[in-house]
């Protein structure tokens, strides 16, 4: 079964404090990757994507997210936290040009 | 980067009602645009495809009935929820690929719709 699975609900960091997010997904054919971001009430923003090529991939607002096909994983990395990043995150997987599975979603909480 | 908008971004209706919710692609056509609907603090469940000028493919579980959906032209698809009921209420997402960049979704602000 296709699925994509954030084991964190809910993450608390420390403004300046380094990030990680977890994202592990269980695809059937070649897995193109997203993260998203979701402020509330609000649509979603593309962080970045992954196709082929680096493993490691570079997204806005200083984002990025590494590819392990052995671990079938895709977490989401940012060196430096700012208050604005606290927000909810998607992970995602799917076909290209097809519909989205995604994961459940992690909040993160950003501590001054 | 592409645009997609919803109309209205927030709607409130009564029980037994219909209202239709608005998804465009402003600066591009898509051939294929995609329904989510997002409960509170939950993830985003596929409801259906829309594709220009054909009938839209629904999920599993969803009432095609009751949530109707066109899409008339390349840059605009509609989902009308009929006979709305408070279970109803739910935060509903369109996205539209654009064919000449098929890589990536573009998602909508999204429409809060509660159902009184």
């Known amino acids: 079964a296709q699925s994509v699975t954030q084991p964190d609900i809910h993450i608390t960091v420390s403004e300046g404090a380094s990030l990680e997010l977890r994202c592990n997904y269980s695809?059937?054919?070649?897995?193109?990757l997203f993260w998203y971001v979701q402020s509330p009430g609000q649509g979603l923003q593309l962080l970045l994507k992954?196709?082929?090529?680096?493993?490691l991939v570079q997204g806005i607002k200083g984002f990025e997210a590494e590819f392990k096909r052995s671990q079938s994983s895709f977490n989401l990395r940012k060196p430096s936290v700012h208050w604005s990043d606290a927000a909810e995150y998607f992970c995602?997987?799917?076909?290209?040009?097809?519909?989205?599975?995604f994961g459940k979603g992690t909040k993160l909480s950003v501590k001054p | 980067g592409a645009v997609v908008s919803q109309h209205p971004s927030w709607v409130i209706c009564k029980s037994g009602t219909s209202v239709k919710i608005e998804c465009r692609s402003l600066?591009?056509?898509?051939?294929?645009m995609f329904w989510y609907r997002q409960f509170p603090k939950q993830s985003l469940m596929l409801m259906a495809t829309?594709?220009?000028?054909?009938?839209?493919?629904?999920e599993q579980g969803v009432e095609k009935d009751k949530f109707l959906i066109n899409h008339a032209s390349l840059t605009l698809s509609t989902l009308t929820v009929t006979s709305a009921h408070p279970e109803d209420s739910s935060f509903y997402i369109c996205?539209?690929?654009?064919?000449?960049?098929?890589?990536?979704?573009?998602f909508g602000p999204g429409t809060r719709l509660t159902v009184t």
């Open positions: 996205s539209a690929i654009d064919p000449g960049l098929p890589y990536e979704q573009y």
């Open positions: 695809y059937g054919a070649t897995p193109y």
């Open positions: 992954y196709f082929s090529g680096d493993t």
């Open positions: 995602a997987v799917g076909p290209l040009g097809g519909n989205l599975i």
């Open positions: 600066d591009f056509q898509a051939t294929t």
């Open positions: 829309s594709n220009e000028g054909s009938k839209a493919t629904y």
